[in-house]
């Protein structure tokens, strides 16, 4: 088994790759200083100014039910029109592209959130699980007049370039507002948003299977 040599991430965690003896991840984190946010933010907001083609909305948001994609949802709600909501349900568990712990509850949360659900059924077969994303957002494209998309990636290039190649070919754009972002302050925006978030699944250490059902608190965090 090899460790990162920054943060100790095993390679038996999906989707990591090393360069150097160091972590797709920790590359991505060292690279955050050059970044400018509010640059990246003021181009995006002219080009959806320039695109915008619909008076009423603007944007479909790739939908989980975790926190991430739910941060990411409100985060776009201040300042751009939700079309609704699309659900990718993996009947293979190990995904590489989708989130599945109780997916389900997805459908839900749409009701709560008075958005409409556009939910499709996919193997989960690596690569081809694309192919099933790509045809529901073609579908929501022309019920919805849709503009673009915002995700809730943070770290996974593997679903960034993919979801970025997808839109390139339907004439979307996509924006990714926690893409590099330190997780501390995503987690207590989070709380700052009075979201109630339970740990549903781990998938790296040092985490355990000691943390489920926990709910994400300032003492988990600090942890």
Not at 155 to 160: C, D, E, G, P, V
Not at 175 to 191: G, K, R, T, Y
Request: net charge positive; aromatic share 8%; proline share 4%.
């Amino acid at each position: 088994m090899n460790w990162c040599r920054t943060c100790l991430m095993p390679d038996t965690r999906p989707r990591v790759v090393f360069t150097d003896g160091i972590c797709n991840a920790c590359h991505y984190h060292a690279s955050k200083g050059s970044i400018d946010y509010e640059g990246r933010k003021r181009q995006f907001t002219e080009l959806v100014a320039r695109k915008r083609r619909h008076p009423a909305y603007d944007c479909i948001v790739p939908f989980s039910g975790g926190k991430d994609s739910m941060l990411a949802l409100l985060r776009a709600r201040e300042e751009h029109k939700i079309a609704c909501l699309i659900t990718l349900v993996s009947l293979n568990k190990e995904s590489f592209m989708f989130h599945t712990p109780n997916i389900d509850v997805t459908t839900l949360q749409a009701e709560a959130l008075k958005l409409p659900l556009v939910r499709v059924v996919t193997k989960g077969e690596k690569e081809h699980e694309l192919k099933d994303l790509k045809a529901a957002l073609e579908q929501a494209k022309r019920k919805y007049k849709l503009q673009g998309i915002v995700t809730g990636a943070v770290r996974s290039t593997y679903q960034a370039t993919r979801i970025q190649q997808i839109c390139h070919e339907l004439n979307l754009w996509c924006f990714s507002p926690l893409w590099l972002l330190d997780q501390i302050e995503l987690l207590n925006e989070v709380l700052k948003r009075k979201m109630k978030v339970i740990i549903s699944g781990v998938f790296a250490e040092p985490l355990d299977k000691s943390y489920l059902g926990k709910q994400i608190d300032k003492a988990l965090i600090a942890k």
